[in-house]
């Protein structure tokens, strides 16, 4: 069973930073894309970031230039370097892990709350 956790959330001021890990466990194929997706209350899950195996990386315009999203294939593990926090960035973040064959997992979330 693939379990996903999520690691590094909390409360930072505007303009701050945070860095968010989320590992992959018990995956049996081979993990092919992973990365962020966030949700703030009353709005749908939107996208923040993926990264390709091969390191080929996608970011949401809101965050392009303030985030960085990284991974180590060997730890199955993925990055999310957050600079310049707004809070309109406040959300719960959650990973997610493309295995072959089997799809995506996803991780519980953590909370990210950016105060003005």
């Known amino acids: 069973q693939v379990q996903l956790v999520e690691s590094g959330g909390g409360l930072v001021q505007a303009g701050g930073s945070l860095r968010l890990s989320c590992a992959a466990s018990g995956t049996i194929f081979r993990v092919n894309a992973m990365g962020w997706y966030r949700q703030a209350p009353g709005k749908q899950r939107e996208l923040v970031a993926t990264i390709a195996r091969d390191g080929a990386k996608n970011y949401a315009d809101p965050v392009k230039g303030r985030f960085t999203i990284s991974r180590d294939n060997a730890k199955n593990t993925v990055y999310l370097q957050m600079n310049s926090l707004k809070p309109e960035d406040t959300a719960v973040y959650y990973c997610?892990?493309?295995?072959?064959?089997?799809?995506?997992?996803w991780g519980q979330g953590t909370q990210v709350t950016v105060s003005s």
């Open positions: 997610y892990a493309d295995q072959e064959i089997l799809g995506k997992n």
